[in-house]
């Protein structure tokens, strides 16, 4: 079995030699050895031991509830729930990191496509960060209800051409323009859009808005601030009665 120096195990477990001996005088790591010249030697065990208690020291545990923790009949388990404590910390701390570090990647790509750098222009892009998400699950569902509507569709014309009856159509076209209108209506209802001239956010009527030429993600409208017409970028417009 290995035997370590006090500078050794301090090496091994990235602390000071005096850290070490400090242990020693408070009892909580002995060293399983002394030469006859007086020198500590320690083993694999406590090797385990001291990294146990660096792991404690770096929670903020202080040294006496250490020794406590250590003396208990089985202090393996409550290290284990220490361990886990901190493990689902670190997991909530990586995934704020990440999401931040996200959000600082959709900033710097929004800012690339900008030939102006401004306040305005960076107050637009947090907007529409913040409400990317709102804006996909409006859109997922707007697609998982259309997918009945669809399928009506295509049940429709296969059943008129194998069997010749037209009216299942019929109801297709009757249910299509329902649906059309009741989910154009909450679309609208649910966005608004940034002028790109005052970086103002309105609301334009739904007539303008639903004939308006458009991309997946803006519309060309009439800002109703300024009065400018063109490309508008949509954003989440929260709810509204």
Same mark, same amino acid.
């Given at each position: !079995? ?13 602390v000071t ?32 031991? !001291? ?17 406590q923790i ?58 529409? !960060? ?112």
């Amino acid at each position: !079995m290995s035997k370590f120096t006090t500078g050794e195990l301090a090496r091994l477990c990235g602390v000071t030699v005096r850290t070490v001996q400090y242990y020693d005088t408070r009892g909580i790591l002995i060293p399983s050895e002394l030469t006859e010249g007086g020198r500590r030697l320690y083993s694999e065990d406590d090797l385990r031991r !001291m990294k146990i208690i660096c792991f404690l020291r770096d929670l903020d545990i202080p040294i006496d509830a250490i020794s406590q923790i250590l003396q208990e009949e089985h202090p393996e388990k409550v290290i284990s729930l220490l361990i886990e404590q901190q493990e689902n910390a670190l997991s909530d701390e990586i995934a704020d990191k990440e999401a931040k570090l996200e959000k600082l990647r959709e900033l710097k790509g929004g800012l690339k496509n900008r030939p102006v750098c401004s306040f305005e222009s960076i107050g637009d892009i947090a907007v529409l !960060m913040e409400n990317k998400k709102n804006l996909k699950k409006m859109r997922l569902m707007m697609i998982l209800t259309g997918i009945p509507v669809t399928a009506l569709q295509w049940f429709s014309i296969i059943f008129w051409i194998v069997r010749g009856v037209w009216w299942p159509f019929a109801v297709w076209v009757l249910a299509a323009a329902v649906w059309g209108t009741l989910i154009s209506r909450y679309y609208f209802r649910h966005v608004k859009y940034i002028c790109p001239e005052c970086h103002g956010i309105f609301k334009p009527t739904l007539k303008e808005a639903f004939w308006a030429n458009h991309t997946p993600t803006a519309r060309k409208l009439t800002c109703t601030a300024c009065g400018h017409k063109g490309f508008c970028v949509e954003v989440w417009g929260g709810e509204e009665a």
